[in-house]
């Protein structure tokens, strides 16, 4: 039962290179989301869909780019890395239906880090 | 906008103490209360939700009630053990917004040291 499955657990880039942040979910979830975790910020919803070819911005979306070809994988695009950019990157997925109380399920993490 | 705002931490107890972390919140429409769990290294987990006033949720031991009128879901334990330490985060999902979004607390962390 693997759930939702990020790929690479870590990443170090140099400024100005770009990368894909791979997120896959085996549970037909129609909704999927990035999230950034930065100390003493929670996290912070980047880009979200609520299914395949429907993607939307979240609360911090600049430098960062989605889509949503098939239910299963949802990838996290860096056009050009900044140092701003060194975070935690949690992918996440839930049902939808019963009125935002699905809960959501997440995956392991990208721990990235920008030189 | 909606907003959660959850207890800062560090929160250090000894084992078998009892556990409180205060949580309040804004939200535009009627909204569903979850709090996660985080330990370390991995992903977040549900721990527990409410998704209507007065509703209690609970797991493992851990209770909070969705108090419409002060609006809050003060997460509550009786009895810690060791293996509670980790990053607990209270969150809303506001369906009268339109979506499915997650908004977060910034997280509390937990040490319970025996």
């Known amino acids: 039962n693997a759930g939702v499955t990020q790929t690479p657990k870590f990443q170090v880039l140099k400024t100005g290179q770009s990368m894909t942040l791979q997120c896959a979910q085996d549970?037909?979830?129609?909704?999927m989301s990035w999230y950034r975790q930065d100390p003493g910020m929670g996290l912070r919803l980047i880009h979200y869909?609520?299914?395949?070819?429907?993607?939307d911005q979240g609360e911090v979306p600049n430098g960062y780019n989605v889509s949503r070809s098939t239910t299963e994988d949802f990838p996290l695009r860096l056009l050009s890395a900044a140092p701003s950019q060194t975070s935690v990157y949690f992918c996440?997925?839930?049902?939808?239906?019963?009125?935002?109380?699905?809960?959501?399920?997440f995956g392991d993490g990208t721990r990235l880090s920008i030189l | 906008g909606d907003s959660v705002t959850q207890m800062e931490g560090p929160v250090t107890l000894s084992e078998e103490a009892f556990l409180t972390i205060n949580c309040t919140y804004t939200a535009t429409g009627y909204p569903s209360l979850f709090w996660y769990v985080q330990y370390p290294g991995e992903g977040l987990q549900l721990l527990l939700k409410?998704?209507?006033?007065?509703d209690k949720g609970s797991n493992k031991g851990f209770e909070a009630t969705y108090r419409k009128e002060t609006t809050s879901f003060h997460l509550e334990k009786g009895s810690v053990q060791v293996s509670d330490s980790a990053v607990y985060f209270c969150a809303l999902s506001d369906s009268g917004a339109g979506s499915y979004q997650l908004t977060f607390g910034k997280g509390t962390k937990l040490s319970v040291i025996p």
């Open positions: 549970m037909n979830h129609e909704y």
């Open positions: 869909s609520v299914g395949a070819g429907i993607t």
């Open positions: 996440a997925s839930s049902q939808l239906g019963g009125g935002g109380n699905q809960p959501q399920h």
């Open positions: 409410a998704t209507k006033a007065d």
